[in-house]
Nanobody
Framework: QLQPVESGGGLVQPGGSLRLSCEGS????????IAWFRQAPGKEREGVSC????????KYANSVKGRFTVSRDNTKDTGYLQMNSLKPEDTAVYYC??????????????????????WGQGTQVTVSS
């Protein structure tokens, strides 16, 4: 079964930075859109950012615009979410989800398991002093 694998979470102080990574487990990310979602305790899962293949289209939630940057290195078959100026409200489990998109069209931040059939197990990000 195709499953992306996230890494890079951890504990960071407010104002700090983290970089999350997403890799395919047993498959390459060629022609896959990569999306990042997060879920805080007691809250619904929400879209954070996404990037199409090979990287022409990106999208961000309003809450992270100007602070987070999504990217991918297709030579390393890895997607990234660079998170700067982190706030306590960014505390959540962050998930990488992928979907095959040969047309390389714009990506979506909708939490749609039909649109994004492959999800990682998540990585915890905690922003606290």
């Amino acid at each position: 079964q195709l499953q992306p694998v996230e890494s890079g979470g951890g504990l960071v102080q407010p104002g700090g930075s983290l970089r999350l990574s997403c890799e395919g487990s047993g498959f390459t990310l060629d022609y896959y859109t990569i999306a990042w979602f997060r879920q805080a305790p007691g809250k619904e899962r929400e879209g954070v950012s996404c990037i199409s293949y090979p990287g022409m289209h990106t999208k961000y939630a309003n809450s992270v615009k100007g602070r987070f940057t999504v990217s991918r290195d297709n030579t390393k078959d890895t997607g990234y979410l660079q998170m700067n100026s982190l706030k306590p409200e960014d505390t959540a489990v962050y998930y990488c989800a992928v979907t095959r998109n040969p047309s390389s069209g714009p990506c979506s931040l909708s939490v749609d398991y039909g649109r994004y059939p492959y999800w990682g197990q998540g990585t915890q990000v905690t922003v606290s002093s």
